[in-house]
């Protein structure tokens, strides 16, 4: 017997594939991906985790217990290694790069 996850990614398959196919990941992928079209993606994903990291905030304050609030805890917020803290650090690099590529 499969669990959850397995199935999930089993039924997924195709999704995924056509999502990893679409131009924007290939190009990113490759390298090819434009300055101005990442730079935009920067800001929206910016924006998406704000959201994200509301809703998990959320989500862990109605958590029945201590075990399911440091799991929410540990994806969004800092448990070392969490989704938005991770991808703020990325986000920061990038915004400190493009200063640093704007004075040249």
Same mark, same amino acid.
């Given at each position: 017997?499969?669990?959850?996850?397995?199935?999930?990614?089993? /039924?997924?398959?195709?999704?995924?594939?056509?999502?990893?196919?679409?131009?924007?990941?290939?190009?990113? +992928?490759?390298?090819?991906?434009?300055?101005?079209?990442?730079?935009?993606?920067?800001?929206?994903?910016?924006?998406?985790?704000?959201?994200?990291?509301?809703?998990?905030?959320?989500?862990? +304050?109605?958590?029945?217990? +201590?075990?399911?609030? /440091?799991?929410? /805890?540990?994806?969004?917020?800092?448990?070392?290694?969490?989704?938005?803290?991770?991808?703020? +650090?990325?986000?920061?690099?990038?915004?400190?790069?493009?200063?640093?590529?704007?004075?040249?």
């Amino acid at each position: 017997m499969t669990g959850f996850s397995d199935e999930a990614w089993q /039924r997924t398959a195709h999704l995924r594939e056509a999502i990893h196919k679409l131009p924007f990941n290939t190009e990113l +992928a490759a390298g090819t991906l434009s300055r101005a079209r990442f730079q935009a993606y920067i800001v929206q994903d910016a924006l998406y985790l704000s959201q994200y990291s509301r809703a998990l905030a959320i989500a862990a +304050a109605k958590a029945p217990d +201590a075990e399911t609030l /440091r799991a929410f /805890r540990a994806v969004g917020f800092g448990g070392r290694g969490g989704r938005a803290s991770t991808s703020s +650090a990325v986000h920061e690099g990038v915004r400190r790069r493009s200063r640093q590529d704007h004075r040249c």
